[in-house]
């Protein structure tokens, strides 16, 4: 499993990728009924938490740490494996 050397510093999002979700976020605005609104914000949401499960799951199959994940979230290892345990896969090494 490889190592980071340093603790793993985030890529800037591209201002491409930037500016696609600042455009579809607003776009919720454009939804008059609020409970329609609300309808969209929840599926996105679901589709936001599906992929960033799916890129934990990723990050440590590519040997990323959960201190390395942690720190993204401002977290502890700890709170990190907690927050994320369903997605680590077949349940990897603990403290790594």
Do not use: C
């Amino acid at each position: 499993m490889a190592k980071h050397a340093a603790p793993y510093t985030p890529p800037v999002p591209r201002a491409s990728t930037a500016k696609r979700l600042a455009k579809a976020l607003a776009s919720f605005g454009e939804v008059a009924d609020p409970l329609a609104r609300l309808a969209e914000v929840r599926g996105a949401r679901k589709a936001l938490e599906a992929l960033e499960a799916q890129t934990v799951s990723e990050a440590r199959a590519s040997g990323a740490t959960w201190g390395e994940i942690g720190a993204l979230y401002g977290i502890s290892k700890q709170a990190a494996q907690q927050r994320f345990r369903n997605a680590d896969g077949a349940g990897r090494s603990k403290g790594k």
